[in-house]
């Protein structure tokens, strides 16, 4: 006969969405720096880019099945880049929000991110993560992508089943401005490529062609949204 702890799942569900102590204000300031640091030298946005490019393409994955379309698979390479491979009507509302999905998660998340952790949900931000992690997970079809998922669903799992309240605060504030700040390169990045001719087929110049609207218009939502949750994002985080 199998018996349940009601106690144990109580405390669990507490544990989970209860809240957590707000971290000091400079380990706030401590945790975007160390964020920044991983964004801006090109040497170590060449690793960190992968977790953006999880995002991107999870995006891709996620509104490709809230609009109804079919998702085959997602695929991660070394190079950062990535594809997210979906079947259904190749026009209309459902391509279109799939397409735009990609560049605007990364900020998105952030945002959604910094509004838990101003709420004090520390501890619910990290296991949502997990989830949204595994789920993806399910849909990786290479061999890399598969390892990228696996280690860091394996940090965030980690991080919020067997550490304390200050390094968990301090790995979800990490993570969260790494999304903000993360969030707003790629857009620069796939500008500059355009400008010299590179990046025909991103998801911008898609875009354009799903809609006849210049790709340039499509950049300069990249570049609204993510900047845009940046400094909401920013606000929540430093309490301002």
Request: aromatic residues 8%; hydrophobic residues 50%.
């Amino acid at each position: 006969m199998v018996s349940i702890d009601f106690a144990s799942i109580g405390d669990l569900w507490d544990r989970v969405f209860g809240t957590q102590p707000a971290p000091d204000d400079w380990l706030v300031v401590v945790t975007a720096v160390v964020a920044l640091a991983a964004v801006v030298p090109r040497p170590l946005w060449r690793l960190s880019r992968n977790a953006i490019t999880i995002a991107h393409e999870g995006g891709h994955g996620l509104i490709a099945l809230v609009t109804g379309r079919r998702l085959d698979g997602i695929r991660l390479h070394s190079d950062t880049s990535g594809l997210t491979v979906s079947r259904g009507r190749p026009t209309g509302p459902g391509m279109i929000l799939t397409a735009a999905a990609g560049y605007t998660a990364p900020p998105l998340l952030g945002l959604g991110g910094a509004w838990l952790l101003s709420a004090h949900h520390i501890t619910l931000l990290l296991w949502l993560t997990t989830v949204l992690l595994l789920a993806m997970l399910v849909m990786i079809r290479n061999a890399y992508g598969a390892l990228t998922v696996i280690v860091t669903g394996a940090a965030f799992l980690l991080i919020s089943w067997l550490t304390g309240p200050d390094v968990q605060s301090a790995f979800a504030y990490t993570a969260v401005w790494f999304l903000l700040l993360g969030g707003v390169r790629p857009a620069f990045e796939l500008q500059s490529k355009r400008r010299y001719g590179g990046a025909g087929d991103s998801d911008a110049d898609q875009l354009g062609r799903l809609t006849h609207a210049p790709p340039v218009m499509w950049l300069f939502l990249f570049h609204a949204v993510s900047l845009c949750s940046l400094v909401g994002g920013g606000r929540w985080l430093l309490g301002l």
